[in-house]
């Protein structure tokens, strides 16, 4: 399998991943009352974690290889976007999820993962659509 199908297979995985949280992770948290919302944000952050992060890792991986073989206006705009997720992630979002965990979160914390995350679904769709553009040329 070239390292191109792969790559598009880990940015599709991810373009489903993301919209998924987007549209039906984050709001659904606004449905639980604090004590609930976080045991269940401790038990889904413990599960997905299984989920994104294989994922994450192979598109870097993938993403890295393609640097490595040839450097063009894809593969530098596409290694732009996985720095902008991995930042944002561990910069904006993982501190979001921690006030949830820690239990010290109000309706603005769930308000901000829904609004912030609309940049990284940006920018995830995006990683995917050049994905294709690439592929098919």
């Known amino acids: ?17 993301i919209w998924m949280v987007q549209m039906v992770v984050y709001p659904s948290f606004t449905f ?48 732009v976007f996985v720095f902008l997720l991995w930042s944002s992630t561990f910069l904006k979002f993982v501190p979001l999820h921690n006030r949830i965990t820690k239990d010290n979160f ?14 990284r679904t940006v920018l995830w769709s995006a990683l995917f659509l050049i994905s294709v553009v690439a592929f098919l040329s």
Do not use: C
Request: no cysteine; hydrophobic share 45%; net charge negative.
């Open 32 to 79: 639980y009352n604090q004590d609930n919302l976080k045991r269940w944000h401790d038990k889904y952050t413990r599960q997905i974690t299984f989920v994104v992060m294989p994922l994450m890792f192979g598109q870097l991986a993938a993403i890295s290889g393609q640097l490595w073989e040839e450097v063009t206006w894809y593969t530098v705009l596409s290694g």
């Open 1 to 17: 399998m070239s390292l191109a199908i792969i790559r598009l297979l880990f940015d599709a995985g991810l373009l489903v991943l």
């Open 106 to 119: 109000d309706n603005k914390t769930l308000d901000d993962l829904v609004r912030y995350n609309w940049g």
